[in-house]
């Protein structure tokens, strides 16, 4: 019997789901995005890595996704002729101990099976980055890059020619499960309409928490918008930067800090930095949301999260603030960066998952409540395992059937 299913959201992981539902299964497939294209938020404003595993609990969700991910959209990228490229990166350290952080990472990156992993020091550094400074640097040879955006309208495009209807511009706004089926409320310019649905899978990244209460579900863990704000090196200076450099990550923070990005474009970004949006699609500071700065004001889960966290606050608001304190974090990996070296660049939304002791939800989380499967937390390396996910939300979905 063909079954109704729903996907709520046109990013890669929407897409990536219902190309894999009409792959696998007899399904009728509708995918729901409010926007008016696909990747308009999330998975069209980030940096384009394709993670190679290196710093994720083994045996974790995203650990396991990310390494199966990897290989299925560096098959899918040959199979469709979408570019890609092999840049390699690097975790460079700053210090002693910075460059003793590396072997726990190199650990954890053998230990998920990443490839040709090593730790090298300052002279091959500069063989590989002839413009990077460090003590000491681990090497991934086989991360790379890819454009996601060009990504997500492929997969799209699989999952319509094998019948999937790509809704744009509809907001769901209800659902409402029978003893049979769901109801799924969506708004358009043409006005409002309920459709009936076997099934339904939210993957709306932003609005993730939202969805999932819409779903029948609890309201932790609750989405923090964080943005992510890049500058990007002129082009007569991109020749600095051969692959991506990473800074060593801090277990005492919450987030990775500057790096150095190249794009399949030719661009190369600095950044990002992580400052609270004031809307949870605020690209800029001009964006303002009331409703969603009371969401923020009335959780419980936020203010424990900021009373642990409100130096690196500070720190990352000096950066926004600033564009000389932007460029002075990136100078410390590249020397011969200037002021003058960059121009602002567009900026992204990272929808971060709070526990509701103030913790961030670190792996991946999904949820299931009656018909209703939610991806909840969905961070850095979605993107990369998205055809995983998908292949791990239908068996999910296969197992509610």
């Not at 350290?93 to 990472?105: G, N, V, Y």
């Not at 932007?326 to 602002?344: C, G, S």
Request: charged share 20%; aromatic share 6%; hydrophobic share 40%.
């Amino acid at each position: 019997m063909t079954r109704r299913i729903a996907v709520v959201g046109g990013g890669i992981l929407g897409a990536a789901i219902a190309r894999e539902l009409t792959g696998r299964r007899d399904a009728e497939v509708t995918v729901f995005e409010k926007e008016d294209h696909l990747a308009a938020h999330q998975t069209g404003r980030n940096s384009g890595v394709i993670h190679a595993g290196l710093y994720y609990q083994p045996g974790s969700a995203k650990a396991l996704l990310c390494r199966r991910g990897v290989g299925l959209l560096e098959d899918y990228c040959a199979q469709r002729g979408i570019t890609r490229i092999g840049c390699g990166k690097v975790l460079v350290a700053l210090d002693d101990a910075e460059r003793a952080r590396l072997c726990d990472i190199q650990d954890r990156a053998n230990a998920n099976g990443v490839p040709g992993i090593r730790i090298i020091g300052p002279a091959e550094l500069r063989e590989l980055e002839p413009h990077v400074t460090g003590i000491a640097a681990l090497h991934s040879p086989s991360t790379s890059i890819v454009d996601y955006a060009e990504v997500t309208r492929s997969l799209a495009a699989d999952a319509q020619g094998a019948g999937a209807t790509v809704a744009l511009g509809h907001e769901v706004t209800g659902m409402r499960a029978t003893a049979t089926e769901v109801v799924v409320t969506a708004r358009s310019a043409d006005g409002t309409d309920d459709t009936a649905f076997d099934q339904v899978i939210a993957c709306g990244g932003l609005q993730s928490d939202r969805l999932a209460v819409l779903a029948g579900d609890g309201p932790d863990p609750v989405i923090m918008p964080f943005r992510g704000e890049y500058y990007a090196l002129k082009p007569q200076r991109r020749h600095l930067v051969n692959g991506l450099v990473y800074p060593v990550p801090d277990p005492r923070y919450p987030f990775l800090g500057v790096h150095l990005t190249p794009r399949v474009d030719g661009e190369v970004l600095i950044g990002p930095n992580a400052v609270l949006a004031l809307a949870r699609e605020g690209y800029t500071w001009k964006t303002v949301s009331v409703g969603d700065l009371a969401g923020v004001a009335r959780s419980p889960a936020f203010w424990r999260f900021a009373r642990r966290h409100w130096r690196t606050g500070i720190r990352e608001m000096s950066g926004s603030l600033s564009r000389h304190r932007f460029v002075a974090a990136a100078r410390a990996y590249l020397p011969e960066l200037q002021i003058d070296d960059v121009v602002p660049s567009r900026a992204g939304i990272r929808a971060q998952a709070l526990d509701r002791d103030g913790g961030l939800v670190d792996d991946f989380r999904i949820s299931v409540h009656d018909r209703i499967v939610v991806l909840r937390n969905a961070p850095s390396p979605a993107a990369t395992s998205a055809l995983a996910i998908a292949e791990h939300v239908v068996t999910t979905l296969n197992d509610q059937s």
